[in-house]
Every structure is written in C-alpha cells, then in structure tokens.
C-alpha cells in the first residue's frame, strides 16, 4: 500500500497538467506519458460509492466544492482502487483554475491486490 500520496493538477477539463514522482513511482511510468491526457480515461468502474456521477462531481469541484471518491481505475493493463481527493485551487478572486487531485491506493485494502486484465 503506498502511503505516500500521489498528487496530480488538473485543468477544469480534467486533462493531467502535473504529477508528482509518487505517481511516477505508484504507477512505474514517466508522467510525460499521461500529460495532458484526461484522468477521465483511467477511470474503468464506478463502484463503493452509491450514486457516483463523476460529472456531477466534477461540476460540483470546478464550483469550488471539495469531493472525496473511492474509485477503481485502470493503468497500463492494471487496476488498482484508490481513495481521490479534489482540491479546487482558487485565484486570488476566488475563482477555480485548476482542480489538485490527492490519491492514495487501498487496493490490497480491499481484498484484491491490482492483477493484469484480460
């Protein structure tokens, strides 16, 4: 379990403008390969949380709304679940320019250790 968060920015699209070397280090993949994807890519299943839209999630966070997920996702053939936090970080007029992503794994937590799909 990695104890050390990964932490990615965001536009207010969602497309990966930043990650940190925990994220390089997690995933084992430079993040000059995930610049200026979308995080919504990796996202393979919407579970552990009743009623997940990430679109009324996402519009609640570029509104400058704090939101906590469980998600699992989906990363060079490997699924992990992680526990996300977004951060809208705002301007100093209080407007929201980019979205922080705070990520910590708890898939081995759940009882599945990440496996290749098929």
């Known amino acids: 379990v990695s104890e050390i968060a990964m932490v990615i920015d965001l536009d207010l699209d969602g497309n990966i403008l930043e990650a940190n070397e925990s994220f390089e280090n997690f995933f084992k993949s430079s993040k000059l390969k995930v610049l200026h994807s979308n995080f919504r890519e990796y996202i393979t299943e919407i579970n552990l949380t009743e009623g997940y839209d990430i679109e009324l999630i996402w519009r609640d966070v570029r509104a400058g709304i ?4 469980n998600q699992r996702i989906k990363f060079s053939d490997n699924e992990y679940m992680l526990n996300q936090h977004f951060l809208p970080m705002k301007d100093d007029m209080g407007r929201v320019k980019k ?3 705070i990520a910590f794994d708890f898939t081995s937590k759940m009882g599945t250790e990440a496996e290749p799909m098929k």
Do not use: Y
């Not at 704090?66 to 997920?69: D, I, K, S």
């Open 66 to 69: 704090q939101h906590e997920t």
């Open 99 to 101: 979205i922080k992503m």
